[in-house]
């Protein structure tokens, strides 16, 4: 009987250890401290810390995130603050904007802040397209809170360096070496190599021949090239 008393105590301590494990820290920007966000990770297990953030809402892992809610979303894009922190966003290799409050107001509407429909589609598309950051939506602060559960439970990996397609061919191994110059597009890469074949002939071309397709970038081009790590 003693045996078993034992048994049956070392059993759940053993289970207790295992239950215990260190809560994933989530760091908000202190301005946040009026959002529910806060509240609901708390309640879904999370360790939050309030800190000035000078980019983003919520760190979390390796991603910023940039919350807004329909409201504060419109009178930013109005005011041009958003283009700021969209760029300031941009420094994050993983990133997002969160815009929250679907289930009690409409972003579509010719009424929010006389804004045409159209004109906050085509914003909303441009941060997608042109800048590269996803757009989430929720319909609630309880909402936002289990986005940012689920991307701080998911298993992070160190971001590589330089991100790029998998299994280029050749050809495009060397476009996307010299599209990693400023001021090369993927047009003026194929210009290139199909004019003079390697990366070692254009590197060594002279100034005058570089000025006649790159113009002013040719100097760009050749100060990198130049340029010590």
Do not use: C, W
Request: glycine share 4%; no cysteine; hydrophobic share 40%.
């Amino acid at each position: 009987m003693k045996l078993i008393k034992f048994q049956e105590i070392f059993s759940s301590e053993k289970q207790r250890n295992k239950e215990i494990k260190p809560l994933i820290k989530v760091i908000i920007d202190y301005r946040e401290k009026n959002s529910l966000v806060a509240t609901h990770l708390i309640k879904l297990g999370f360790e939050i810390e309030f800190k000035e953030l000078k980019v983003g809402d919520y760190i979390v892992k390796d991603v910023a995130i940039e919350r807004k809610t329909i409201s504060d979303f419109l009178s930013s894009m109005i005011n041009k603050r958003l283009s700021n922190q969209i760029e300031e966003l941009k420094q994050y290799p993983n990133k997002l904007i969160l815009i929250e409050g679907f289930e009690h107001q409409e972003l579509y509407n010719e009424n929010n802040k006389g804004i045409h429909p159209n004109a906050i589609r085509g914003f909303l598309l441009s941060i997608a397209l042109k800048h590269k950051i996803p757009l989430i939506f929720t319909k609630n602060a309880r909402d936002t809170a289990k986005f940012i559960s689920v991307i701080a439970k998911k298993q992070e990996k160190e971001m590589p360096l330089n991100v790029r397609k998998k299994s280029l061919s050749k050809k495009e191994n060397l476009q996307f070496i010299l599209e990693g110059f400023p001021g090369i597009g993927p047009k003026t890469a194929k210009k290139l190599l199909q004019e003079f074949k390697t990366i070692k002939e254009i590197i060594n071309l002279p100034e005058e021949k570089l000025k006649k397709i790159l113009g002013k970038k040719a100097l760009i081009f050749q100060e990198l090239i130049l340029s010590k790590y």
